[in-house]
């Protein structure tokens, strides 16, 4: 089984600032990974995910993400934050050649202010 | 391109009615659908999900019932509401041909339970 676990709740940041989203997670098997952004009331959008290859991923919106399997984490950054970037951000695992089943985290809440 | 829809958007009930809740999808032919619910503070949590007509399989004992009457309909119901069953339901799918595949989400129904 796996876990996930974002470990701010809420995030608030300055415009144009940087920002740093944390996600680690427990598996005993090689997983898949995913970020989603949820905007008020909206459904979850994908923001990028890690399949294979390359560690550092580009998502849309500016965002990226780097897997490091020795720390078993999948940080999400963006060099400089916009207002519109105010959002529930959510990462997920899902285990290779095993289900298609999501295990998400909690969320983290970001907070652009200006 | 492929479109998912969730109605009705809002629901408000009170506890004991019965409820359903429909999402279906466009653009694509035998997806794997899902049934998630979003608690506040506690993340997505799995409830249904659906590789083919007929056959949903259930990850948490609960007050509600899934149905899959068509290839693209997901329907989620229940005979009597509790309080608990308030929180923001969200239908996603996939491709179905692997854990690679992405899930994506629908809008959404907020359902308030008094």
């Known amino acids: 089984a796996q876990s996930v676990t974002q470990l701010d709740s809420q995030v608030p940041v300055f415009e144009e600032a940087p920002v740093e989203l944390r996600c680690n997670y427990s598996?005993?098997?090689?997983?898949?990974l995913f970020w989603y952004v949820q905007y008020p009331n909206q459904g979850l959008q994908l923001l990028l995910k890690?399949?294979?290859?390359?560690?550092l991923v580009k998502g849309i919106n500016g965002f990226e993400a780097e897997f490091n399997k020795s720390q078993t984490s999948f940080h999400l950054r963006k060099p400089s934050v916009h207002i519109s970037d105010t959002a529930e951000y959510f990462c997920?695992?899902?285990?290779?050649?095993?289900?298609?089943?999501?295990?998400f985290g909690k969320g983290t809440k970001l907070t652009v202010n200006p | 391109s492929q479109t998912i829809h969730q109605w009705p958007a809002t629901l408000v009930q009170p506890v004991g009615s019965p409820l359903s809740l429909e999402c279906t999808v466009e653009g694509t032919s035998n997806p794997n659908l899902y049934w998630y619910r979003q608690a506040a503070g506690r993340g997505l949590q799995l409830l249904f999900y659906s590789v083919g007509i007929g056959q949903i399989s259930s990850e948490v004992p609960q007050n509600l019932s899934a149905s899959r009457p068509q290839d693209r309909q997901f329907i989620l119901s229940s005979k009597k509401l509790l309080l608990s069953d308030s929180g923001f339901y969200l239908c996603?799918?996939?491709?179905?041909?692997?854990?690679?595949?992405?899930?994506?989400f629908g809008p959404g129904t907020r359902l308030l339970v008094l």
């Open positions: 997920a695992v899902r285990s290779q050649g095993g289900s298609e089943k999501l295990v």
């Open positions: 890690y399949l294979s290859g390359s560690t």
């Open positions: 598996s005993s098997v090689s997983v898949y």
């Open positions: 996603a799918w996939s491709s179905g041909q692997g854990a690679r595949e992405t899930q994506y």
